[in-house]
């Protein structure tokens, strides 16, 4: 029933900056803490960013702490992620996630999370 619809995603160049927005309808969007995770060709799903219901607290991969940030408007049913100073590596089809089960601590893991959406490509290159 709920439904998650990313958007954003491109082609740029190494440096460059890019926003990613995850729309989610069919649900409480305010009950559900979403994430934003990503796979290159060859490689397993890993976590990006992971936002709680509140916003606060947040979880990113270190490999992209200090370039990325997770957001949400709970008015506008929607999760960004931006990312600043993109490479290379950061090259990968991204998912928006969501996990509805209410956790005192935002979960890291792909497994909990409930629903998915389509993917966004993200191609950087130098």
């Known amino acids: 029933q709920v439904q998650l619809v990313e958007s954003g995603g491109g082609s740029v160049q190494a440096g460059d900056s890019l926003t990613l927005s995850c729309a989610v309808s069919?649900?409480?969007?305010?009950?559900?803490?979403m994430a934003w995770f990503r796979q290159a060709p060859g490689m397993e799903r890993t976590l990006v960013a992971a936002?709680?219901?509140?916003?606060?607290?947040?979880n990113y991969a270190d490999s992209v702490k200090g370039r990325f940030t997770i957001s949400r408007d709970n008015a506008k049913n929607t999760v960004y992620l931006q990312m600043n100073g993109l490479k290379p590596e950061d090259t990968a089809v991204y998912y928006c996630?969501?996990?509805?089960?209410?956790?005192?601590?935002?979960?890291?893991?792909?497994?909990?999370?409930?629903?998915w959406g389509q993917g966004t490509q993200v191609t950087v290159s130098s």
């Open positions: 069919g649900g409480t969007f305010s009950r559900l803490a």
């Open positions: 996630a969501a996990d509805q089960t209410i956790r005192l601590a935002v979960a890291t893991a792909a497994s909990v999370y409930d629903y």
């Open positions: 936002i709680s219901r509140s916003g606060i607290p947040t």
